[in-house]
């Protein structure tokens, strides 16, 4: 079993920065692949950006690129998520998976954090 924790959210306003971690305990996370996803309300839970178990390969949801960064310290069993250049309509809880592979369906991730609410003002 692996057990995540997210935290780092809060309220930002536009153009502002907010980095998010994810602590994992239970196992070592460098047996995993880790993704973020964000879920807005009314609205289904959506892949962010995502990071290989070695961190070596990184993938993002178009909406994010050139914006947020994902990587990851699995010495300290730690994933991260720095998100610059924040917008409204990146206000949504945010989750971390772990699973074997990157994949934007969370049906191929096996475990899930509690998430972490990212408010963005206008």
């Known amino acids: 079993q692996v057990q995540l924790v997210e935290s780092g959210g809060g309220l930002v306003q536009t153009g502002g920065s907010l980095r998010l971690s994810c602590a994992a305990s239970?196992?070592?996370?460098?047996?995993?692949?880790m993704a973020w996803f964000r879920q807005a309300p009314g609205k289904e839970r959506e892949f962010v950006a995502g990071?290989?178990?070695?961190?070596?390969?990184?993938y993002y949801a178009d909406s994010v690129k050139g914006r947020f960064t994902i990587f990851r310290d699995n010495a300290e069993n730690t994933v991260y998520l720095q998100m610059n250049s924040l917008k409204p309509e990146d206000t949504a809880v945010y989750y971390c998976?772990?699973?074997?592979?990157?994949?934007?369906?969370?049906?191929?991730?096996?475990?899930w954090g509690q998430g972490t609410q990212v408010t963005v003002s206008s």
């Open positions: 990071a290989s178990t070695k961190g070596g390969s990184t």
């Open positions: 239970g196992r070592t996370l460098r047996n995993y692949a």
């Open positions: 998976g772990a699973g074997v592979v990157v994949r934007t369906s969370t049906d191929l991730y096996d475990y």
